[in-house]
């Protein structure tokens, strides 16, 4: 059975750093185009990140350039999204998600999420 | 970039069919065959029910259905069930590499 699992989250103060990891099992992320998608309190989907199949190709939100880093470790089959200078507006659940092969842009496997609180 | 455009909610009775809009632009939900539906239920996962306008991954129901017109897009749930109650996200390829979501819609079943 394929499971996909985020951790790393937790209470954190503004303009501290954090790192996410997703790991899984039966499933190599590696092989895939991965995303991190958050979701903040009461509020809608927001994509954040991708890191290509390739390993070398990444692309950023407008909202967290410069300030998260989206990256992947083929032996350990995880995908890790680095936070730096967190804000309050980071505060969320986030997912990572594998990208549908065969061209669609589309998320056919999300993880349950992992929360980040930023509060001072 | 902004959102693609949802209404927060829409309602349907059991049996019924209901269509849910998400509009963009023509820099994404128009420019590119790339729109996917979500359906998330509190507590779980999302779950991708269809990816390029109208196509259904295996194992979603043909109950969903969806289309796309110009900068628009539509979801149809039809015949209605109680499991159907969630939210729904739509969201749309929006060049170099990056995606854009909806605000969401919340579908209850009444």
């Known amino acids: 059975q394929v499971r996909m699992v985020e951790s790393g989250g937790g209470v954190v103060r503004p303009g501290k750093s954090l790192r996410l990891s997703c790991g899984a099992s039966g499933l190599i992320l590696t092989n895939f185009d991965m995303h991190w998608v958050r979701q903040a309190p009461g509020k809608g989907l927001e994509w954040v990140a991708v890191v290509w199949s390739d390993g070398t190709t990444v692309k950023y939100a407008d909202s967290v350039k410069g300030r998260f880093i989206i990256s992947r470790d083929i032996y350990k089959n995880t995908v890790s999204l680095q936070i730096t200078t967190l804000r309050v507006e980071d505060t969320a659940t986030y997912h990572c998600a594998k990208q549908r092969g065969g061209g669609a842009y589309s998320l056919d496997f999300w993880g349950p999420g992992t929360t980040v609180t930023v509060s001072s | 970039q902004s959102a693609l455009t949802q209404p927060p909610s829409a309602s349907g009775s059991p049996g019924q069919s209901v269509t849910i809009s998400c509009t963009g632009t023509?820099?994404?939900?128009?420019?590119?065959?790339?729109v996917s539906w979500y359906q998330r239920h509190p507590g779980k996962a999302p779950k991708l029910l269809i990816f390029e306008v109208n196509k259904r991954p295996p194992g979603v129901p043909d109950r969903f259905s969806a289309s796309k017109s110009g900068n628009t897009a539509s979801l149809t749930v039809s015949g209605l069930q109680p499991e159907d109650e969630a939210d729904y996200y739509c969201?749309?390829?929006?060049?170099?590499?990056?995606?854009?979501f909806g605000g969401g819609t919340k579908l209850t079943v009444l």
């Open positions: 969201s749309s390829f929006a060049g170099t590499n990056t995606l854009i």
């Open positions: 023509r820099s994404d939900v128009g420019g590119y065959d790339q």
